[in-house]
């Protein structure tokens, strides 16, 4: 670890959040009002794809996130990773870390996609069947923290080169596409001249 780095668990320096859901019994707590995360709707990228909502009475019986809150599957599935760009409400196989002002979200969403992270919440579970990390072990999660300036250009960097990984796989698609295409027409002159 960098001397201007420190390592600290999780309720040192965050508020964190299990979320909880609104009885199915009550038709009237779902509508389209405020999105619903559960474990699929998390895909280690910012939320996009949202299957279910809750109405306005639905979202006054549940735990509601601000923007920018991460958010961590922490039963069965553990450590898929993802952040929200609006309020959300989250069910409680999720835990999530509310943003603060001197951790960068995006920093946090990016560390909690790492092979060290996702080891501690496995090392933290505690059932053989189904994988379980509860509240106050998710808690005891160790980051290394680094002073925020450094956290940005680190998250700057990691974006630009995830853009260029992106780019890079759509070239090659588009180079697949072509070889098929090359490949059909080198047949068609073999069989037909």
């Known amino acids: 670890m960098r001397e201007d780095w420190i390592e600290v668990e999780f309720q040192e320096v965050f508020e964190t959040v299990t979320g909880n859901t609104p009885s199915k019994q009550e038709i009237d707590n779902y509508g389209q009002d405020i999105p619903f995360i559960k474990p699929p709707d998390i895909t280690n990228s910012a939320i996009k794809s949202i299957s279910e909502y809750l109405s306005n009475k639905g979202k006054l019986k549940a735990r509601v996130l601000p923007s920018n809150s991460v958010l961590i599957t922490c039963i069965g599935n553990l450590g898929r990773v993802g952040f929200n760009k609006v309020e959300v409400a989250f069910n409680q196989q999720i835990n999530a870390i509310l943003p603060t002002d001197f951790i960068d979200f995006k920093f946090t969403f990016y560390q ?46 990691i974006e630009a080169l995830f853009s260029d990984l992106d780019n890079g796989i759509a070239n090659f698609k588009k180079a697949q596409d072509q070889l098929k295409i090359y490949r059909q027409a080198v047949l068609k002159k073999a069989f037909e001249g």
């Open 112 to 157: 909690a996609q790492s092979g060290s992270f996702r080891n501690q919440l496995e090392s933290l579970s505690t059932s053989t069947t189904v994988a379980l990390v509860n509240k106050s072990s998710f808690n005891s999660v160790k980051i290394e923290v680094s002073p925020l300036p450094i956290q940005r250009s680190i998250v700057s960097k």
